[in-house]
């Protein structure tokens, strides 16, 4: 065998493999994207993580993570987040599956249902929190109804506090869980509750033991999702809450830095801090969700 | 008693029962109360922007339209809906356009690496896009493209290219491939198959990507928020500064400015709805999770 | 929870509509202890529909079901006591195959040491222990419809509904599950419900068989009954009476008479009821055929063709006038060959015309 051939043989052998193991043109169409993912998305954090170790003042590399954790109201803005966005994800994951639940099976006026509750989603918070703001006012709508219902008789306060950011966050993220958990239900094939129905459980045990159990991991994505969505409450904050008391969440300590003294060094350590926390709860939902089954919800062959 | 005599209350009773039952009225209660204090703080916009002045009572004083004229002008938003057009159009194609070839060949192909490629496309819609936002908006400024249009599309490009490749990678696995290898037989080549036979079948799956997106866009802040400048502002971020700057300008004006936003919104949700199904619009986010196992 | 013994399950005039359709129309039927019943009839008939409203997955429309005296078309499914062994299974993708058995003794909340010992009797009963630990997905077909019997039959149901279970199953496996089926039913003296559009599985398995057709009942009987003497051109069709024909009836007594087309004459001693003279349609099986003229029963023909089918031959043959007749035999015969066909009158059954016999497989 000559050497050429021999060569040739190699090289269609090395092609052969890079074939079986899927490299072939075809991936070149990636390239653009994972390129645009690069430099876009990649790189700054990159870069922004790097920047957070250089202080503007020149100090240590620490220094901006001393200042941000020495300082109590700095430091708190992380509590201020979970306790604003851990409830509100459990509230609105707790909401969903019962109304998700109840429409499973077609329900008269569905579709009107599920595009009136997408309305919210498309507005967006900073609209909700607008609305919000008037309408949860002292003598806005909503007091002025519970005063004249006789339920209360000085209006509550829920503006300039925790209520009023905790409120907007529902009002836009119960109908994104809502929709998420409807669609994970809907893919739960129903043969399955019948089957249980038949070996002798009853409505609540079928939930129980049938549907709880494969709905688990939609939950869990629906509950991170809406974790996120809560976590950059920054307008609603602003707008809604009291952004230098209780309302001082991450997203807000971190604007108000580059709006204040355009140290976006710092603004970078506090955007690596959030990024920090929120993976952390993700990945301990996911680590849960891995004990539950994740595969086929449809059940059976096929 | 075994007559054959029909009861025909069977059915109809144990749907009756269905329907009562105490965790039905529940639920429905609830979902009531969320759908009126919905409608409570819509309204509570719209009623506000038609008001002479509104401090006291159920209902404003007087009614009036010329708010919308203060806005209009004040906020120039014909100015801001040409902005936001041109961000949301320029963002929606150059997504599609780098998104689609990517999703086909990851819904294709199986290879090393392909997962950390896959959570270079998912961390981008799993973080808070405050996160990633500000090191991303200290990028572009020092590129020198802060404030402008190009720095605003770059922005929302970050979510908006995983968010195609996440609708359409399920949705090109799901197309044979052996439909692809019947043509290739038949004598088509690469392009042919691209355009005959791909093209054709993916064209449902673009348009819900596309309008994902563009409702995406439009309703985007904190992105376009850390990056805008003066020429570069889009709706959302003009009703920010508005409603956060308020005092200035009447609270009425400030109003009108939402319901501009409002209907451009419900406008494009509207169109959108034609295409795709509510659910649809937030469920592309399952095929993350599947993604994932 | 364990069985407790009925004398028979009656339903009463069971119907169904969905919409404006009936999908079920008056079954009306009383199984005895012990016995097993197949529903026979073709794609969309209204078995499946029938045996969900047995199972109380689907509410009738009408009609009423009782067990001995006690009625119990209006209990939701958990609170009727039956077991089912859905078409695709239905097994729980999240529990392995040791605790999809165990389901229903848990809600009823058994104690820990008796699950275990049931499970492992109904695990041993189907074969299954070396996979007891597997989630349904790592099973072949055949395992997973065992485990969907073994969930089944575990909990002793007092009646033990079955749709299509062997459907997706391939011929061989079929056969083999087919007998366990019946060993099952036998052992542990269940009362059976057998959905199925297979005639030979209803056959072979079933006490009673009961032939559904559009909704309505056509005939209830032995497998025998039904094979031997189908109760109308429609189940005769089904049942394999392949040889359809259209002739004219001239009566010699109730049971008894002529019956003529334009070429061909034949006597029959089989008469449905209610048969009068004029237009009729006469079935013939396949194999009731003989190589030669029967007590005067003659048809001539010319063979068109020849299909050997292992233990005999398909025979496809002309009559005089053009029509095809099918017939079975072990006689080896030509293409083209000239034969007499003759047939004894009491295997030429003659039933009143239906508009269009619909053809069945
Ligand atoms: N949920 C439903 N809504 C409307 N029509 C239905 C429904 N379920 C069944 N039907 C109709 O009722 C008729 C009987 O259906 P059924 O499922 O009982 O048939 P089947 O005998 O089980 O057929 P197969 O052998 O194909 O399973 C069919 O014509 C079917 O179209
Ligand atoms: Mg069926």
Request: one cysteine or more; charged letters at 15%.
């Amino acid at each position: 065998m000559s050497a050429k051939t021999q060569s040739r043989e190699f090289s269609s052998t090395r092609r052969f493999w890079l074939k079986e193991h899927g490299i072939d043109s075809t991936l070149l169409l990636i390239v653009p994207a994972l390129l645009a993912m690069l430099v876009f998305f990649v790189y700054p954090t990159v870069y922004g993580t790097i920047l957070s170790f250089h202080p503007a003042n020149k100090a240590g590399f620490l220094e901006n993570y001393k200042t941000f954790f020495g300082d109590p109201y700095m430091r708190k803005s992380i509590f201020n987040t979970f306790r604003i966005a851990l409830p509100v994800s459990l509230v609105n994951v707790c909401l969903a599956v019962p109304v998700a639940v109840k429409m499973r099976h077609r329900v008269k006026g569905q579709r009107a249902i599920n595009t009136i509750l997408i309305i919210p989603i498309s507005l967006g918070t900073v609209l909700i929190a607008e609305g919000l703001y008037a309408y949860l006012s002292p003598n806005g709508w909503f007091n002025r109804t519970l005063m004249a219902a006789h339920i209360i008789h000085a209006p509550l306060q829920m503006l300039h506090n925790f209520w009023g950011v905790m409120i907007s966050l529902i009002i836009s993220g119960f109908p994104f869980a809502f929709l998420l958990t409807l669609s994970y239900i809907s893919g739960i094939n129903p043969k399955m509750e019948e089957a249980a129905s038949i070996l002798g459980a009853g409505p609540i045990q079928r939930f129980r033991f049938v549907t709880l159990p494969l709905l688990a991991p939609g939950l869990a994505i629906t509950f991170c999702l809406n974790f996120v969505l809560a976590f950059s409450v920054f307008p609603s904050a602003n707008l809604l809450g009291n952004p230098s008391g209780d309302s001082h969440v991450l997203a807000v300590a971190a604007t108000d830095v580059i709006s204040q003294s355009y140290d976006y060094s710092m603004a970078s350590a506090i955007s690596l801090i959030t990024a920090v926390c929120e993976i952390t709860v993700v990945v301990l939902v996911f680590a849960i969700r891995s004990r539950f089954y994740t595969g086929s919800t449809t059940g059976g062959k096929g | 008693m075994a007559s054959l005599a029909t009861p025909p209350e069977v059915q109809v009773k144990t749907k009756w029962k269905i329907s009562k039952s105490p965790s039905s009225w529940l639920v429905w209660g609830a979902v009531i109360f969320f759908f009126i204090n919905l409608v409570g703080v819509i309204g509570t916009v719209v009623v506000s922007s038609f008001g002479t002045e509104w401090f006291d009572g159920w209902l404003p004083a007087g009614w009036t339209l010329s708010f919308y004229q203060t806005a209009w002008h004040d906020y120039q938003v014909a100015e801001l809906l040409k902005v936001t057009l041109k961000v949301a159009g320029a963002v929606v194609l150059i997504a599609i356009l780098v998104g689609t070839p990517a999703a086909y060949a990851l819904a294709r192909r199986d290879f090393p690496g392909k997962r950390i490629v896959m959570l270079c496309f998912l961390l981008p819609i799993m973080l808070p896009p405050i996160t990633f936002g500000i090191p991303l908006a200290t990028f572009i400024y020092k590129l020198n493209l802060g404030g402008t249009l190009l720095g605003v599309i770059i922005a929302n490009l970050v979510p908006a290219i995983p968010f195609v490749i996440l609708v359409l990678t399920p949705f090109i696995e799901q197309i044979d491939p052996r439909i692809e290898s019947a043509a290739r037989i038949c004598g088509a080549n690469t392009w042919q198959i691209f355009w005959r036979i791909l093209a054709p079948l993916i064209v449902p799956g673009l348009l819900a990507a596309a309008l994902l997106v563009l409702v995406q866009t439009v309703a985007l802040f904190e992105l376009t928020y850390l990056v805008s400048g003066p020429t570069s502002t889009t709706l959302v971020v003009a009703l920010y500064y508005a409603v956060f700057a308020s005092g200035i300008r009447p609270y009425q004006a400030i109003s009108a400015m939402a319901v501009f936003y409002m209907l451009s919104t419900l406008f494009i949700l509207i169109v959108a709805l034609r295409f795709v199904s509510p659910t649809q619009l937030v469920s592309r986010v399952r095929n993350t999770s599947e993604e994932k196992n | 929870m364990s069985k407790t013994s009925f004398n028979e399950l009656r339903l009463v005039g069971v119907s169904r509509t969905f919409d404006e359709s009936v999908a079920l129309s008056n079954l009306s039927l009383t199984i005895a202890n012990g016995e097993f019943i197949a529903l026979l009839g073709p794609s969309g008939c209204g078995k499946s529909t029938a045996l969900n409203c047995i199972a109380g997955l689907l509410s009738q429309t009408s009609g009423s079901i009782f067990l001995d005296g006690k009625r119990i078309d209006s209990l939701p499914p958990e609170r009727r006591g039956f077991g089912m062994v859905f078409q695709n299974y239905a097994l729980f993708p999240h529990l392995t195959v040791r605790n999809n058995i165990a389901f229903g003794l848990k809600i009823r909340r058994t104690k820990k040491a008796e699950v275990r010992k049931r499970v492992d009797a109904a695990l041993a009963l189907v074969r299954l222990q070396p996979h007891a630990d597997k989630f349904p997905a790592q099973l072949s077909g055949g395992q997973q419809q065992r485990v969907a019997i073994a969930r089944a039959v575990v909990l002793e149901p007092q009646v033990v509904l079955m749709d299509e279970p062997l459907s997706n199953l391939d011929a061989k496996l079929r056969n083999e599950m087919r007998g366990e089926i019946r060993k099952l039913h036998k052992t542990l003296g269940l009362t059976s419900i057998y959905v199925t559009h297979d005639q030979e599985e209803a056959m072979s398995l079933a006490d009673r068989v009961v032939v559904m057709h559009d909704g309505v009942v056509q005939q209830v009987g032995t497998p025998e009954d039904v094979y031997l003497q189908p109760a109308n051109a429609f189940v005769a069709d089904f049942m394999g009476y392949r040889n359809l024909l259209q002739m004219t009836l001239k009566k010699s007594s109730t049971k008894a008479g002529a019956i003529t087309s334009e070429k061909i004459k034949l006597s029959s001693s089989n008469l449905a009821a209610k048969t009068t003279n004029g237009a009729v349609t006469v079935a013939i099986r396949p194999d009731d055929f003989t190589v030669k003229a029967t007590r005067g029963n003659q048809i001539r023909t010319i063979i068109s063709s020849v299909e050997y089918q292992g233990k005999d031959f398909g025979v496809e043959a002309t009559c005089e006038d053009g029509t095809q007749l099918f017939i079975r035999t072990e006689e080896k015969l030509k293409i083209g060959q000239k034969v007499t066909f003759g047939v004894k009158p009491e295997r030429v059954l003659v039933f009143p015309q239906k508009k269009s016999p619909s053809h069945v497989g």
